[in-house]
């Protein structure tokens, strides 16, 4: 069974970098038919999504945070991550990685979250 | 970008009732449309993908339509747990895109 599984600090201090990983267990991120992504949830607004990576490394991004986003895999741990640098108080959110269908783009399997506050 | 906008924005109805959701994309995406479900402190869940396909395990209480530019999400018979926010979300091209999220209330 596919399990996706959110991890990183949960306070990060303004200008600083979020960084986060989410671990994939039952499958591997090596498969040529999903990408790996990125959703983030502000508090009481809606879904924005991140970014996405594929096993061959190709990465897409949100063009509103392209500038300060980097989306990658580690194979050998089975996992991919996400950094965001130079955050903001707007940064703040519940963070949540996805299986994304590499055809058809719509995310079917999705970690629990983790919220990621950002505050000095 | 593609842009997506839904209507309504909130809507309370009874348990047993049709609900029905519009979501309208900037430009045409075939059917390349998802729909999600958001229940409070949760993350979404996949409910309808291609449009109308039904993912596995949800209930045939839900249904989706359309193609192009207009879809609509369908619970026939609203039921207690069906409470959450629902998004749509086009899946033709990168920048991914939600729309804004309805949220429906139980009276």
């Known amino acids: 069974q596919l399990q996706l599984q959110e991890s990183g600090p949960g306070l990060v201090e303004p200008s600083e970098t979020l960084s986060l990983t989410c671990t994939v267990s039952?499958?591997?991120?090596?498969?040529?038919?999903?990408?790996w992504g990125w959703v983030r949830q502000p508090p009481g607004k809606g879904l924005e999504w991140i970014g996405s990576?594929?096993?061959?490394?190709?990465?897409y991004y949100n063009p509103s945070l392209k500038s300060r986003v980097t989306v990658s895999m580690d194979m050998s741990n089975n996992h991919f991550s996400l950094i965001l640098n130079s955050v903001t108080a707007a940064d703040t959110a519940l963070y949540s990685c996805?299986?994304?269908?590499?055809?058809?783009?719509?995310?079917?399997?999705w970690g629990k979250g983790t919220t990621v506050t950002v505050s000095s | 970008d593609i842009q997506l906008t839904q209507s309504p924005s909130l809507l309370s109805a009874s348990v047993g009732d049709r609900v029905t959701i519009t979501c309208r994309a900037s430009q045409g995406i075939s059917s390349y449309l998802a729909w999600y479900q958001q229940k409070p402190g949760k993350v979404p869940k996949l409910l309808i993908y291609g449009a109308s396909t039904l993912e596995s395990g949800v209930p045939s209480r839900f249904s989706g339509s359309g193609s192009g530019t207009e879809f609509i999400l369908t619970i026939s018979s609203l039921q207690p747990e069906d409470l959450a926010t629902y998004y749509c979300?086009?899946?033709?091209?990168?920048?991914?895109?939600f729309g804004p999220g309805t949220k429906v209330d139980i009276k």
């Open positions: 996805a299986r994304q269908g590499y055809r058809s783009y719509y995310m079917d399997v």
């Open positions: 990576v594929y096993y061959s490394g190709s990465t």
């Open positions: 979300q086009q899946v033709t091209s990168y920048p991914l895109t």
């Open positions: 039952g499958d591997s991120i090596s498969t040529t038919s999903y990408y």
